[in-house]
């Protein structure tokens, strides 16, 4: 399989300087917490509109079959540092595929696309804050010849009166998370916040904003 790795001089330009700032312990509403970390966009947000940008995004309307790669539900709450549910904030999620290539010109992975990976979803939090994605677990990629990133899916959160929230969710106990460069940029006792174990093909990650 050809890949074209990004030099790492590119890929930090292109994703700037990871900054952590908190935790998200799972724990109950109305209880204060830190801000979830935020991580870097990324080299790799969608550049291109897409028609299908809905919480399924194991298929792709207009396109029949499923995507490949291990099933995953994602799902969780956006909450505030008082705890309390934040309703109707917008997310942007996005990810590579079971390959590792990302929807996007500049994707070191040079693999075929899944036809049946949506890639990209566009969703709102329900009055109760939750939130709910299929998707499958992304594959690994090399950033250049060095640096292979462990599999992590982005979220970038928005809602009126609170911080924009750019952060990467990572899985627990997968071994690249330990050497890459910007898990790394977390401290350890804030890793938690963008950490998630998988239990019988879900995930829960709640995130955490700050207000205004």
Excluded at 137 to 161: L, S, T
Excluded at 190 to 208: H, L
Aim: proline share 6%.
């Amino acid at each position: 399989m050809e890949r074209s790795p990004i030099t790492r001089r590119k890929f930090i330009s292109l994703t700037g300087a990871a900054i952590a700032t908190g935790m998200t312990p799972i724990i109950a509403i109305g209880q204060d917490r830190q801000p979830t970390a935020k991580q870097v966009e990324g080299p790799f947000f969608p550049k291109h509109q897409q028609i299908d940008k809905d919480a399924d995004m194991t298929s792709v309307a207009g396109m029949s079959g499923k995507a490949s790669g291990e099933a995953l539900i994602v799902k969780g709450r956006v909450l505030d540092t008082n705890g309390d549910v934040v309703a109707n904030a917008l997310i942007d999620i996005w990810q590579a595929d079971n390959n590792g290539r990302y929807l996007h010109e500049d994707a070191p992975e040079t693999s075929p696309l899944d036809q049946s990976f949506q890639y990209w979803a566009k969703i709102k939090t329900a009055e109760d804050g939750s939130y709910r994605v299929k998707t499958i677990k992304p594959a690994k990629y090399a950033a250049e010849e060095d640096w292979q990133r462990p599999p992590h899916i982005h979220f970038r959160v928005a809602k009126r009166g609170m911080r924009e929230l750019t952060t990467q969710m990572y899985f627990a106990n997968e071994p690249l998370n330990e050497i890459d460069r910007l898990y790394l940029e977390a401290p350890a006792e804030q890793r938690p916040s963008i950490t998630v174990d998988v239990v019988k093909g879900e995930a829960t990650f709640d995130i955490v904003l700050a207000k205004v």
